[in-house]
């Protein structure tokens, strides 16, 4: 390390945006200026550091971010960066311009690239920002709480309608092969069926379960589907109406405003917390590692047991939701 210059950290956000990455990136700038060591923010994920799109971030570069959703670094899924080559690219950039350590913040797939520098001698620390919730190592990741209030503003207002018109309302939430925003809506928004990729299901169960709501003169069933069940939305809208199950059936896909908006309190803290022990680690000397909350404390767990572990849905709340739906 040359000690002629301050320690300097780079910091990206990568992958699929999520609301709280910027408190994220203000609390990796300012706890890093506290100690006395610089920062450059890399734009475009993975895709900027290929390119050595770096620019200098101080204080005030960071205000007024922490409430807004969205990433000031803006960000890229990365194929190049896959390939060895993108790697050395990158890695030529980082020496290039000083860069002594990174702060990757994204989801599993940002934190195997984390991984991948660390193995080539980079020091790097992760952070999990994911509405999906599948990262291991974490209770949570950021951006989940918000997406997940995201969801039950939608659905509340979806129910409203449903309720209404003696409907059936399928809704579709993200997470891609992760059913956990799914499992949690099942419970916070009150629904009749929960569709999981964890558990598959065929579409007779469902038809059952919904016709099952209706003869208990329900005046609605909210029927959440995540986008990775084993059934797709529109097959199954279809076949429930074929069905003839009492309800009619429409469909509401939520998509993208699940990753907008403003973070929650909780995810603007979570966020606070993760950027200023990433630094921590960092300046700690260690690397290869992510934040984690575990319990009620920011703790580090290898990246190397978060890649190599799967992150699946909370299947109590699933069952907990066809507890509830009585
Ligand atoms: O990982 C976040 C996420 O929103 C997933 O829930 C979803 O499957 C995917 O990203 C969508 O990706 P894109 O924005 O690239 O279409």
Request: aromatic letters at 4%.
């Amino acid at each position: 390390m040359d000690k002629s210059k301050p320690f300097t950290i780079g910091v990206l956000t990568s992958g699929g945006d999520a609301p709280g990455m910027n408190a994220a990136i203000r609390a990796v700038v300012r706890t890093s200026m506290t100690h006395g060591a610089n920062v450059l923010g890399v734009m475009d994920g993975f895709e900027g550091l290929i390119n050595g799109e770096f620019r200098p971030l101080g204080a005030r570069d960071v205000g007024g971010i922490l409430q807004r959703g969205g990433t000031i670094l803006q960000t890229s899924r990365s194929p190049r960066f896959m390939e060895p080559k993108g790697q050395r690219e990158a890695i030529r950039h980082m020496n290039e311009a000083g860069m002594d350590a990174l702060v990757v913040i994204g989801g599993e797939g940002s934190l195997h690239g984390a991984y991948a520098l660390h193995q080539q001698g980079i020091k790097v620390v992760g952070i999990p920002g994911s509405i999906d919730n599948d990262v291991w190592g974490t209770n949570i990741s950021i951006g989940t709480d918000t997406a997940m209030n995201t969801i039950m503003d939608a659905v509340d207002k979806l129910r409203d309608t449903a309720s209404s018109h003696h409907r059936a309302f399928l809704i579709e939430t993200m997470g891609r092969n992760c059913g956990y925003l799914a499992a949690m809506a099942g419970v916070v928004c009150g629904a009749e069926v929960v569709l999981i990729p964890e558990v598959p299901v065929t579409v007779e169960d469902v038809a059952a379960a919904v016709e099952d709501a209706y003869k208990r003169g329900k005046a609605h069933a909210i029927i959440i589907n995540a986008e990775g069940s084993n059934i797709p939305t529109t097959e199954l809208a279809k076949a429930i109406d074929d069905k003839d199950v009492g309800f009619n059936t429409r469909i509401s896909i939520l998509g993208h405003i699940q990753r907008g908006g403003s973070p929650t309190a909780y995810d603007r803290l979570l966020a606070s917390r993760m950027g200023v022990k990433a630094v921590e680690v960092l300046l700690e000397g260690k690397s290869g590692v992510m934040t984690g909350l575990k319990g009620r404390g920011i703790e580090y767990v290898p990246l190397e047991d978060v890649i190599s572990n799967k992150r699946t849905a909370n299947l109590e709340y699933y069952e907990m939701t066809k507890t509830l739906a009585r």
